[in-house]
Every structure is written in structure tokens, then in C-alpha cells.
């Protein structure tokens, strides 16, 4: 009896197993890092959330942080025999042989927000933002909004070395090129709130409790959420006194917007599968080759958008 | 007097800093009353260096013993992150102050029965939750910084009673408070003795096994309470960053104070002035508006130049070229006289 209603229940599974395969639903294997910042765990409720939208059956495995553990995944991948592989790597080095396997395979990688040292024959596109514009869209919003005004920045830096520290401020001093703005002092805050806190606090010391400061722009959202704290215990108003300026669009920005503290964010967008899906559709139609590199769509947010709208929307993703 | 002389080097290296911040940034002791509070670069370093203060003083006590507290950064983050969830899911701040120092206090206990019990090495004992805590403290904020509005926990990081922050007047009070119980108290003697050397401490009646305990409670207890600091500084609990590195801070600015890593003869006061003396670098460095570049190599420069006046190699070098040149003096008088 019991033999029997297990042999049934096998029986059915098998059905559905089939009948989900049969309807040719796309299988994507996707190889995350990890979850190593809110951020990323937006991108990954993201990506499965377009996963579904599109009907495609998404496999997603979590590195760990672990390049070993992404290759494994990656080796699995081929081994379940999908129909592309989505990677955000880890590290940059140590591809070439795993991503070798895979094309003999015939299976067509996308790297997502990150790409990496090998040659680029290894894979079809890679989807990333560029650092570099983010930060002359902020630096474009800040020589607008001053409007001819002379104006002096303070900068936060994110942590030293790091690709997006370096194309921020790179980006930003594209971005004032020609105008009347200029950066006085900068200084790394790690990325984080508290070091965000301390370090304007020390800026707005060292430049006559701020009266000599026009606005302020951080690396990352995170700092220019501490740093408006130090500005107000100083007295001053975040968002009309010093106007603030930042990348990343977090949610928490949003609700300083809200409450006039912030003036503009750029956004990084979590949204990297979008057109990584788009790319791989077009190329499984009629192989259409993407180009090697597509640029994520960077936004500016300011008090003109529906911030409430936005915030809600971006709250629940992780971040 | 005596005491003064004791602290002679740390205080000639906390002024020689303070003047080199003075010499990068003239208004550097300027202090006014802004918003009914104290505001001011030098009042910054008495409030940034709190979480380190407070961290110092349970590691001087765990040093003393000749064991060492790898995991008090992420202790900090697990008692930042439970203070912050308290509050968020409609508890008052007493209750998540209570709950925060539950949390250390556990915290303690688990590296305290690891060392004393199971006669694990310090170093591995407190390493596996300086390794796992920031794990603890994930789960407890589910991966996002949990950001909070209330404003009893908020007014523990940056409210102020008497014009005084508050960190500022709950580090200085936390040093009074174990300084005094230890120095008032045989406690202090029997906990340098099983630094000196355990065996004999016990083998003379010291009850060895508890008091590594209790110093390992110290520790956990002032780790949360510079978590619940540093969170309510930042109106959020980041298990990510929450007290990343304190802990290398924190043992430099007891080594700094004079307290020796070998165990035994221990300094809280020393170690204060350590604490303030590394955040006084700290702030130097934000207000000399040098490339950020640079910021870890004029650290590291300063406090090897520190390290090594303070080496005891130097030092009996000192004595001996200093007890050379009387030696040779009386000498000389003679000839001048004659």
C-alpha cells in the first residue's frame, strides 16, 4: 500500500518534471557572489524577480564570497546543461579555464557589474555601470544647480584604491570642468557611516564650522548619510546650506530627500539582469552579438521625482 | 606626584601629538558652546575616541591577564545591532541598553568559559567570534543597515548632559568606575598575578577560572557599550563596518599606555591616555587635508617613532648612557676646579 502511493507520487512528480521542461522554458544559471552589501541584495532580488517576469527558470547559486565556490557553480551549470550563465565574479583573475569549459559547452556567459581579466572572446557581454560617468552626472547636477555661483565641494572619498573611489572623483572632476566649482578638501570615509560622520565633522572644523563649504559630494549615499548628521549637529541645514550630493541611490537617501536634507543621488542600478536578458534573447533568436561591454542606466534622482513613489518601491529589495 | 611621573611618557607623547595637531590646524583647542553642546576639534577627539576608551578598558584587564580579545569589534556590531532591533520593534532605550549589555555580557562569558574551562590559547578562543560575529550580527539586521528613530537610544550617542556628550561622560565614567574597583579592591592585584603566572596564582588560592571569566565579561560589557554608542552615533546599526578594526586600535592604545602584551602589571589609566593619544592621530590626519593616500602610512610612521622611544631597549640604552655621563662628570669638576 504505502510502496504503492509512493510509486503514485513519484509518478506525478515525474510529470511535472517533464511538462516544465517541455515547455521550453529557459534555463539560466546565475553564480552570485555573495551577499556582501545591501546593494547586492537588491541585484539579486532583481535579477530573480526579471527572472520571473520572463518566465525564465533561473538557478542561482551563492558564492560565499568564494571564487572556488563560483567555478563549482559554474561547472554544475554545464553539467545541468543550461541555456546561458549569468556570473557576477568575484575577482577579476583565474577565469580563463573554467570559462573555456563552458564555451566548449556551448553555453554563452554574461557578466554581471563587474568584469574580469580574461579575454574577452571568453564571454558574449558584460553588463556594468561606469564609475566614471555616475560621477560627472553628479558633478553636471552640482555646476547646474549652483548655476554660475562660485562653490566649493567637499568630497568623500570611498576607500582608497578602489576602482569606485578612483572613477567617482575622476568623474566629478570631469563633471566641474570649466565652471566655477571647485573641490577644497577630500578626504576617504570608507564608505561608511560612521567614518562619513567623523570626517565632515573634521571638514566643517577646518573650514569655519562650514561657513566656507557650498556643497558636499560622497562616493556613496551610505557617507552622505552620516555626514548630514555631523552638518546639522553643527548647526547648519543639510540640503540648503550645504547642498549634498551622492551615488548609489539607497533607500535611506530617499527619506533625507524627503525631508530636504539631500539635493540629488545618482543611481547604481540594481537592475543589471534587464538588459542582460534582453542581450541573451536577442542572441538565442537570430545571434545577434551584443556589444562586449553594455553600460547600466545611471539616473539622477532629485526632489523632482516622485521620491515617496521610488523609496517604497526600492525598500523592500534588500538593500 | 608620583603617580604624574608614572604616566610621564604617555603624557609627553599625548601633548607632543596635540601640538602637532595644533601646528597643521591653529584652531585646534578652540572650544565654544554650540546647540547647548561643547563643539570643538579637541572635544571631537574625546567623543570619536569612545568607542576605542571603552573598548581599552576591558582589553587591559583580558591583556593583564596574559590573554588578549580579538572579538570585542564584532561583539561591538552584534550589541549595536540588538540595541538597534530592540528599539525598532517598539522597545524603550532602557530596554535596549539592558538587552545590548545582555548580549556582551554573553559574549564575555562565551570567551571566558572557552579560555578559563577549556584552556584554549586566547588569541583562538576570541578569534572565533571576531570571525563569527559579524555573521551574528547579519542575521540580526537581516544584511541592511536598520535604521532607527528613537530618540532615548539616539541621545546615547550624541545627546549631551551638562554641555558634555554623552560617550564622552560614559567612557570617562566607565575608567573611573573599573579603575577604582580595581585599584580599590584586591581584584586588580589577583588579576595581574594570574598574568604573571597562573599556576602559582592558583596554587596560593586565587580562583584563577572565574576571574578569567569576569575579565572576559568586562571586556564583552564595554564592547557593547561602545556598540550601542556607535550606533546610536550613526541612527543605525551596519554590522558590516560597526567597530571594524577597533580591535587592533584598541590593543595598540593599551600597549601604548604602557601596559605590556606579556601579562601582569596593568595601567587602565595609561591606556585611556593611549586611546586618546591614536585618536588624536586620527583627527590630525582628517585636518591636515593631506591626500587620504597617506593617511595610513603618517599613522603607521608616528606610531613606530612612539613604539620605539617607548622600547625598553632604548630605554636601558638611555639609562646607561645617562649614568655613563654622570660617571664621568665628577671627574671634570676636579679639573675645573684645580
Given at each position: 500500500?504505502?510502496?504503492?502511493?509512493?510509486?503514485?507520487?513519484?509518478?506525478?512528480?515525474?510529470?511535472?518534471?517533464?511538462?516544465?521542461?517541455?515547455?521550453?522554458?529557459?534555463?539560466?544559471g546565475?553564480?552570485?557572489?555573495?551577499?556582501e552589501?545591501?546593494?547586492?541584495?537588491?541585484?539579486?532580488?532583481?535579477?530573480?524577480?526579471?527572472?520571473?517576469?520572463?518566465?525564465?527558470?533561473?538557478?542561482?547559486?551563492?558564492?560565499?564570497?568564494?571564487?572556488?565556490?563560483?567555478i563549482?557553480?559554474?561547472?554544475s551549470?554545464?553539467?545541468?546543461?543550461?541555456?546561458?550563465?549569468?556570473?557576477?565574479?568575484?575577482?577579476?583573475?583565474?577565469?580563463d579555464?573554467?570559462?573555456?569549459e563552458?564555451?566548449?559547452?556551448?553555453?554563452?556567459v554574461i557578466?554581471?557589474?563587474?568584469t574580469?581579466?580574461?579575454?574577452?572572446?571568453?564571454?558574449?557581454?558584460?553588463?556594468?555601470?561606469d564609475?566614471i560617468?555616475?560621477?560627472?552626472?553628479?558633478?553636471?547636477?552640482l555646476?547646474?544647480?549652483?548655476?554660475?555661483?562660485?562653490?566649493?565641494?567637499?568630497?568623500?572619498?570611498?576607500t582608497?584604491?578602489?576602482?569606485?573611489?578612483?572613477?567617482?572623483?575622476?568623474?566629478?572632476?570631469?563633471?566641474?570642468?570649466g565652471?566655477?566649482?571647485?573641490i577644497?578638501?577630500?578626504?576617504?570615509?570608507?564608505?561608511?557611516?560612521?567614518?562619513g560622520?567623523?570626517?565632515?565633522?573634521?571638514?566643517?572644523?577646518?573650514?569655519?564650522g562650514?561657513?566656507?563649504?557650498?556643497?558636499?559630494?560622497?562616493?556613496?549615499?551610505?557617507?552622505?548619510?552620516?555626514?548630514?548628521?555631523?552638518?546639522?549637529?553643527?548647526?547648519?541645514?543639510?540640503?540648503?546650506?550645504?547642498l549634498?550630493?551622492?551615488?548609489?541611490?539607497?533607500?535611506?537617501?530617499?527619506?533625507?530627500?524627503m525631508a530636504g536634507?539631500?539635493?540629488?543621488?545618482?543611481?547604481?542600478?540594481p537592475?543589471?539582469?534587464?538588459?542582460?536578458f534582453?542581450?541573451?534573447?536577442a542572441?538565442?533568436?537570430?545571434?545577434?552579438?551584443?556589444?562586449?561591454?553594455?553600460?547600466?542606466?545611471?539616473?539622477?534622482?532629485?526632489?523632482?521625482?516622485?521620491?515617496?513613489?521610488?523609496?517604497d518601491?526600492?525598500?523592500?529589495?534588500?538593500? | 606626584?608620583?603617580?604624574?611621573?608614572?604616566?610621564?611618557?604617555?603624557?609627553?607623547?599625548?601633548?607632543?601629538?596635540?601640538?602637532?595637531?595644533?601646528?597643521?590646524?591653529?584652531?585646534?583647542?578652540?572650544?565654544?558652546?554650540?546647540?547647548?553642546?561643547?563643539?570643538?576639534?579637541?572635544?571631537?577627539?574625546?567623543?570619536?575616541?569612545?568607542?576605542v576608551a571603552?573598548?581599552?578598558?576591558?582589553?587591559?584587564?583580558?591583556?593583564?591577564?596574559?590573554?588578549i580579545?580579538?572579538?570585542?569589534?564584532?561583539?561591538?556590531?552584534?550589541?549595536?545591532?540588538?540595541?538597534?532591533?530592540?528599539?525598532?520593534?517598539?522597545?524603550?532605550?532602557?530596554?535596549?541598553?539592558?538587552?545590548?549589555?545582555?548580549?556582551?555580557?554573553?559574549?564575555g562569558?562565551w570567551?571566558?568559559?572557552?579560555?578559563s574551562?577549556?584552556?584554549?590559547?586566547?588569541?583562538?578562543?576570541?578569534?572565533?567570534l571576531?570571525?563569527?560575529?559579524?555573521?551574528?550580527?547579519?542575521?540580526?539586521?537581516?544584511?541592511?543597515?536598520?535604521?532607527?528613530?528613537?530618540?532615548g537610544?539616539i541621545?546615547?550617542?550624541?545627546?549631551?548632559?551638562?554641555?558634555?556628550?554623552?560617550p564622552?561622560?560614559?567612557w570617562?565614567?566607565?575608567?573611573?568606575?573599573?579603575?577604582?574597583?580595581?585599584?580599590?579592591?584586591?581584584?586588580?592585584?589577583?588579576?595581574?598575578?594570574?598574568?604573571?603566572?597562573?599556576?602559582?596564582?592558583?596554587?596560593?588560592?586565587?580562583?584563577?577560572?572565574?576571574?578569567?571569566?569576569?575579565?572576559?565579561?568586562?571586556?564583552?560589557?564595554?564592547a557593547?557599550?561602545?556598540?550601542?554608542?556607535?550606533?546610536?552615533?550613526?541612527?543605525?546599526?551596519?554590522?558590516?563596518?560597526?567597530?571594524?578594526?577597533?580591535?587592533?586600535?584598541?590593543?595598540?592604545?593599551?600597549?601604548?599606555?604602557?601596559?605590556?602584551?606579556?601579562?601582569?602589571r596593568?595601567?587602565?589609566?595609561?591606556?585611556?591616555?593611549?586611546?586618546?593619544?591614536?585618536?588624536?592621530?586620527?583627527?590630525?590626519?582628517?585636518?591636515?587635508?593631506?591626500?587620504?593616500?597617506?593617511?595610513?602610512?603618517?599613522?603607521?610612521a608616528?606610531?613606530?617613532?612612539?613604539l620605539?622611544?617607548?622600547?625598553?631597549?632604548?630605554?636601558?640604552?638611555?639609562?646607561?648612557?645617562?649614568?655613563r655621563?654622570?660617571?664621568?662628570?665628577?671627574?671634570?669638576?676636579?679639573?675645573?676646579?684645580?
Amino acid at each position: 500500500m504505502f510502496l504503492k502511493k509512493v510509486l503514485a507520487s513519484a509518478a506525478v512528480i515525474a510529470t511535472v518534471a517533464l511538462s516544465t521542461t517541455s515547455a521550453l522554458a529557459l534555463t539560466v544559471g546565475f553564480s552570485q557572489i555573495g551577499s556582501e552589501s545591501g546593494w547586492r541584495a537588491a541585484e539579486t532580488t532583481i535579477t530573480l524577480q526579471q527572472a520571473k517576469d520572463r518566465g525564465i527558470d533561473l538557478k542561482f547559486a551563492d558564492a560565499q564570497q568564494k571564487q572556488e565556490n563560483q567555478i563549482k557553480a559554474l561547472r554544475s551549470f554545464i553539467a545541468q546543461g543550461v541555456d546561458a550563465i549569468f556570473v557576477a565574479p568575484v575577482v577579476a583573475t583565474g577565469w580563463d579555464s573554467v570559462l573555456k569549459e563552458v564555451k566548449e559547452a556551448g553555453i554563452p556567459v554574461i557578466l554581471l557589474d563587474r568584469t574580469i581579466d580574461s579575454s574577452d572572446d571568453l564571454y558574449l557581454t558584460a553588463v556594468t555601470s561606469d564609475f566614471i560617468y555616475e560621477g560627472s552626472v553628479a558633478g553636471k547636477w552640482l555646476v547646474d544647480a549652483v548655476d554660475g555661483k562660485e562653490c566649493s565641494v567637499v568630497e568623500l572619498q570611498g576607500t582608497t584604491g578602489s576602482a569606485p573611489a578612483i572613477e567617482r572623483k575622476e568623474g566629478f572632476e570631469q563633471g566641474l570642468a570649466g565652471s566655477n566649482v571647485s573641490i577644497i578638501r577630500s578626504q576617504t570615509a570608507d564608505f561608511t557611516r560612521t567614518k562619513g560622520k567623523e570626517v565632515m565633522e573634521s571638514f566643517l572644523k577646518a573650514e569655519g564650522g562650514g561657513k566656507n563649504i557650498c556643497a558636499l559630494y560622497a562616493h556613496n549615499d551610505d557617507m552622505a548619510v552620516g555626514a548630514i548628521q555631523a552638518i546639522k549637529e553643527a548647526g547648519l541645514k543639510p540640503g540648503s546650506d550645504i547642498l549634498v550630493v551622492s551615488i548609489d541611490a539607497v533607500p535611506d537617501i530617499f527619506k533625507a530627500m524627503m525631508a530636504g536634507e539631500a539635493n540629488a543621488t545618482v543611481e547604481l542600478t540594481p537592475n543589471m539582469a534587464g538588459p542582460a536578458f534582453d542581450a541573451l534573447d536577442a542572441f538565442l533568436k537570430d545571434g545577434t552579438l551584443p556589444p562586449k561591454w553594455i553600460q547600466s542606466e545611471s539616473r539622477l534622482y532629485t526632489k523632482d521625482d516622485d521620491l515617496q513613489a521610488i523609496y517604497d518601491q526600492k525598500k523592500d529589495l534588500g538593500y | 606626584m608620583n603617580s604624574l611621573k608614572r604616566y610621564a611618557p604617555q603624557l609627553t607623547t599625548l601633548a607632543i601629538v596635540l601640538l602637532l595637531n595644533y601646528l597643521v590646524f591653529p584652531d585646534f583647542f578652540k572650544i565654544e558652546i554650540a546647540n547647548g553642546k561643547l563643539y570643538g576639534t579637541l572635544i571631537d577627539v574625546l567623543n570619536r575616541g569612545a568607542p576605542v576608551a571603552l573598548l581599552c578598558v576591558g582589553m587591559t584587564l583580558v591583556i593583564a591577564t596574559k590573554g588578549i580579545d580579538l572579538s570585542v569589534g564584532a561583539v561591538m556590531a552584534i550589541c549595536g545591532a540588538v540595541a538597534a532591533s530592540t528599539v525598532d520593534s517598539g522597545g524603550g532605550v532602557f530596554m535596549a541598553l539592558s538587552l545590548a549589555l545582555l548580549a556582551g555580557l554573553i559574549c564575555g562569558v562565551w570567551n571566558g568559559l572557552l579560555v578559563s574551562v577549556l584552556n584554549i590559547q586566547p588569541i583562538i578562543a576570541t578569534l572565533i567570534l571576531m570571525v563569527a560575529g559579524r555573521g551574528i550580527a547579519q542575521l540580526i539586521t537581516e544584511g541592511a543597515i536598520l535604521t532607527f528613530n528613537d530618540e532615548g537610544l539616539i541621545f546615547v550617542g550624541s545627546g549631551s548632559i551638562f554641555s558634555i556628550p554623552m560617550p564622552i561622560l560614559i567612557w570617562i565614567a566607565v575608567g573611573i568606575i573599573v579603575t577604582f574597583i580595581v585599584r580599590r579592591t584586591a581584584l586588580g592585584m589577583l588579576i595581574e598575578s594570574i598574568g604573571i603566572n597562573q599556576r602559582a596564582s592558583t596554587f596560593s588560592g586565587v580562583n584563577a577560572r572565574v576571574l578569567l571569566i569576569l575579565v572576559y565579561m568586562v571586556s564583552g560589557l564595554c564592547a557593547a557599550l561602545a556598540g550601542t554608542i556607535a550606533a546610536a552615533d550613526i541612527r543605525g546599526a551596519d554590522a558590516n563596518n560597526a567597530g571594524l578594526w577597533l580591535e587592533l586600535d584598541a590593543i595598540l592604545a593599551v600597549v601604548v599606555g604602557g601596559t605590556s602584551l606579556l601579562g601582569g602589571r596593568f595601567t587602565l589609566i595609561g591606556s585611556l591616555i593611549g586611546a586618546m593619544i591614536i585618536q588624536s592621530i586620527n583627527t590630525g590626519i582628517l585636518l591636515s587635508g593631506f591626500p587620504p593616500e597617506f593617511n595610513l602610512i603618517i599613522k603607521a610612521a608616528i606610531i613606530v617613532i612612539i613604539l620605539v622611544i617607548q622600547s625598553p631597549a632604548l630605554q636601558s640604552k638611555y639609562i646607561e648612557y645617562r649614568d655613563r655621563r654622570e660617571a664621568e662628570k665628577p671627574p671634570a669638576d676636579k679639573e675645573n676646579a684645580s
